[in-house]
């Protein structure tokens, strides 16, 4: 029994994050010590329960990864509850940008009057 993984000993699992949405396609590696019995590894949060095949494709490539061709309408976004994949509402994206060293310092001297009491003291004594 060989016991390196083959690009044929995997099979496409669905990561999802937190919520159940879908990030991606990820291979799960059949079990070495149970061959031809149908057991993976799955990625901790991926599901191998298939997506539909009218919201997605998954092919195979030669080194044993997964590509996928999406069919889901652009407003929608696929989501496993643990039992069955539903298309729901896509997620807002919420990226915000770090705040600037300036804008920390801001909220940090807001945030403690008794330092930007002492900043200005110093500066009107340097006046």
């Known amino acids: 029994m060989p016991d390196t993984?083959?690009?044929?000993?995997?099979v496409p699992a669905f990561q999802l994050n937190g919520a159940g949405l879908f990030i991606d396609v990820v291979p799960a590696l059949e079990s070495i010590a149970e061959r031809g019995q149908g057991i993976y590894h799955v990625p901790s949060g991926a599901v191998i329960d298939p997506m539909p095949e009218e919201?997605?494709?998954v092919t195979r490539n030669d080194s044993g990864f997964f590509t996928c061709v999406v069919r889901w309408p652009a407003d929608k976004w696929p989501r496993h509850d643990?039992?069955?994949w539903d298309l729901v509402a896509r997620p807002a994206a919420t990226i915000t940008a770090a705040p600037t060293a300036a804008e920390k310092?801001?909220?940090?001297i807001a945030a403690n009057p008794d330092v930007a009491a002492l900043i200005n003291a110093t500066t009107s004594q340097q006046e």
């Open 55 to 57: 919201w997605m494709t």
């Open 5 to 10: 993984f083959d690009p044929a000993d995997r």
């Open 105 to 108: 310092l801001a909220a940090f």
């Open 82 to 84: 643990g039992h069955t």
